[in-house]
């Protein structure tokens, strides 16, 4: 059964479905469904991966689909890229539960009511998209969905986002175009000069032996994938686009779409130009810890949440980048698992922030206060969910993060101890913002503020559910993960650190 | 003298038939504007028209799967071969889409005699007059576009040019609204193209000083040859260069462009914008390909500036750009510098084939989108007529949104995002640049996509993200003509943007023997 085909095709059917029907109400219940459909089959589709299996890509399906450009419609997934289309599927409902007001133009301050089914069909093509984009084992095709992505999402923020919206996403929409078209040129100049005649991922490894092709294809893919995760100094955007976005959309912007970014550098830079990564490594590891401490320094500063919580994250891309480039086994599982948990534990303080924004019609900080009291389970979840995110030990983050600085340290000793200062700052930002808007006395406005209703509750559950769980048993998640990791790793350094491995080769040509 | 008698020229008339069809009917045409009641030549006038051009596509096609002939037609003077055949067919079918824009009511002037505002045109208005030489003279131009890019010698080019190039001149005055910017309009493409027309003519009499001939073939071989004489040739490349590129708008060719465009009528424009486009590239193809092809480290380091700033020049300009007309036209010289670095892609024979089979699928591809977007531009319409301010665009998409939708999808596929036609253009030029050795033109290409995209999508934010103006402009109702036209762009726009393979093997088969000389 083409599994991964399918679970694109459902999503993709089901916004059209969901763009035909006549009533909104309607149109929400189907969305949630065709959502929930997806997640049932990407479970049934994990129950089967099999993560110590000879076979990288599995459920991998081929076809040619331009055979004069040697394109092909290929996907298949390896644990890194199951990890992440989980985390997409499993947020995917969420947001639509989480959204279910957001394009009515109710609440307070609410933008004025837009079209509901458009902004539900979008989700779900959206959710087709993040699919696709990490199952290709086609680096054509990857950079199709990862360009392709970025216009339901434009359309997201531009229409029904906050009260900058259209210049948050064409700022958002120019500064990932400007990154994809040099990623374009490497796509095309990797093609041109590896001279295989096909785009297959795993044709390609070790098809660029040059040393200086190598860099500057490098420099191709990494910039865009720099500008998409974002790092620090190509972040300008992420602030703008998330404060903008709607919240559920936000979510799936600073929880999936940035992952490609960092999934990028993972798969395609490390192992399509081992050399050139590890030439770049120290201005990578630099950039990362700028980023961290950056980020955490200006989230601490911030008065708008929701710009707070893109800070937090540029902070924390800075770790998946580090974990990423020091290429050792810990930090690259810690690095992917990060990214799963920077899914969730983002995800719930953008919704939950949202909730309160909801609620108050206003992003301002300082427009809280003593919301502990009114709404006491709207408060403990967010402080769990900041907790998740300044890593406290027991919830999700902490795994991550911990196997990250380890990894780090064991090559790269200084950098991995200055970033452990973003630690340090992390507690200050959530704790800080916690401390602002949910204790001491009850501000006027918030005093009539409702606490979770049940569909709130129903979105913030499982996502705290996820937080807790892996936080104490990340093993079955590892199990997948590390299986991939360690054979990226060992493409990587084939021709680095084992010359043994490297003569045989030699002697094999 | 003594009994010496003049070999009869041999001309294959079923080679040529394409183009003696669009001829003829364009004569027929003219007698029917001379003698048919004025209340019934439109009623003659656009089935002869479209009957024509279906004709002429149906015999281009047999001709293609006759066999593509190996020696140019006519004594030598027009090469049909793969690349005119493709260029022709996709000429052919865009002329006949725009003939249905044409078709439109209320584009063109009652009485283009009339003085704006006069009297007479008054009359000419109230009496339901129409100027139905609209008809044949498409079809002289779409005529001399034809042979424009079959030419295999420099006489017949630049005659082509000239039939081609004056309906066009006369075409751009009619437009039924704003008058005086249209034929404003008018005389701007007539002074400049008169002008360019000369340089190619003089550049022509330098290359014959040179090789002593006006063929392709021998002007080729005599660069190859003939030494001692390089100002001349060099001299009449650059001329000739300068009449080709100002025919494609590129940079520092350019200005013309926003101007006519903006003037002409909108049907018309697309017409030129497309058709003129794909034709002139054929010309230039020809003339820096197969005669010039030995020569190209003289003419490839000036090309690849103009490329550049053709690209740059496009992009940024069209950013302060208010008008939509203006904007499309900036974007079209974008488009052209895309396509010339497809040009200078020259190389070995297997290159050739590479970069002439890109620049056959981008100009389909683009002169589809073109087309549609235009056809939009039509139907956005307030009291004076098209909308044509970006600010009366403000909130179409709540007005009309599959209209806006269409349009929207038009911009991303000129912004080259993947799933749509300009997307697999744009990289199949690349490719074929990047492999010949072009790739910091590639990395200029791609930041001035950047640049474009910039307002492409500043169009799209109007659209949707704003709110739409108190007094804006209505959507016309759109006739069965225009609505097709829309489909049909937007039909290719996705097949060409999703499955391009057929029309990918399709230009790699007109490319596959190159042109022959």
Redesign the interface.
Known sequence: MPWLSTLMAVPVLGAVGVSLVKSDKLAKQLALAISLVVLVLTGVLAAQFNPTSGTRFQFAEVYD?????GVHYGVGVDGIALVLIALSVVLVPIVILASWHDADGTGANAPPKR?VKTYFALLLVLEAMMIGVFASTDVFLF???F??M??PM??MI??YGGAQ??YA??KF??YS??GG??M??AV??L??IAEKGTFMFPELIGAIQDPTTQKWLFAGFFIAFAVKAPLWPFHTWLPDAAAQAPAGAAVLLVGVLDKVGTYGMLRFCLELFPDASKFFTPLVIVLSVVGIIYGAIVAIGQTDIKRLIAYTSISHFGFIAMGVFAMTANAGAGATLYMVNHGFSTGSLFLIAGFLIYRRGSSQIADYGGVQKVAPVLAGTFLIAGLSSLSLPGLSSFVSEFMVLIGTYEIHPVPAIIATTGVILAAVYVLWMYQRMMTGPTAESVKLFPDLDIREKWVVAPLIAVIIAVGFFPKPLLDVINPAVDKTLSTVQVDQFTPAVADKKGAGQ | MNGTTIQAPTIEYALLSPMLLVFGAAIIGVLVEAFAPRYLRKSIHVPLTLLALVGAFVTTILTALNGLPTVAAAMGAVAVDGPSLFIWGVILILAFICTLLINDDDQFVAQAAAVPGSVDEEEAVRHGYAQTEVYPLMLFSVGGMLLFAASNDLLVMFVALEVMSLPLYLLCGLARRRRLLSQEASVKYFLLGAFSSAFFLYGMALVYGYAGSVDLKTISTAISSVSGQEPLLLIGTAMLGVGLLFKIGAAPFQAWKPDVYQGAPTAVTALMASTVLVAAFGAVLRVFWVALGGYEWNWQPLMWGVAILTMIVGAILAITQTDIKRMLAYSSIAHGGFLLTGVIAIGTIKQDQQALSAILFYLAAYGFTTVGAFAVVTMVRDAGGEAGHLSRWAGLGKRS?VLAGIFAFFL?AF?????TSG??AK??V??AA??GGA?PL??VG??S??IA??FY??V??LM???EPAADGPTIAAPTVGTSAVVALAAAATVVLGVF??PV??LA?QAASALFIR
């Open positions: 689909w331009i055979p004069r450009f079209s950079y199709v969905f360009e392709a970025l216009i434009y359309f531009g229409s919206r259209s996403a064409v929409l120019l175009l400007f078209l040099l374009l040129v095309i100049a093609y041109v | 949104p991303l912004a080259g995002i993947p799933l997307f697999f990289y199949a690349f490719a990047i492999s790739l590639v990395i791609a930041v996509s950047a995209a910039f999508v500043r799209i934010v949707f993200f704003s391009p393979q990918l093997d790699d």
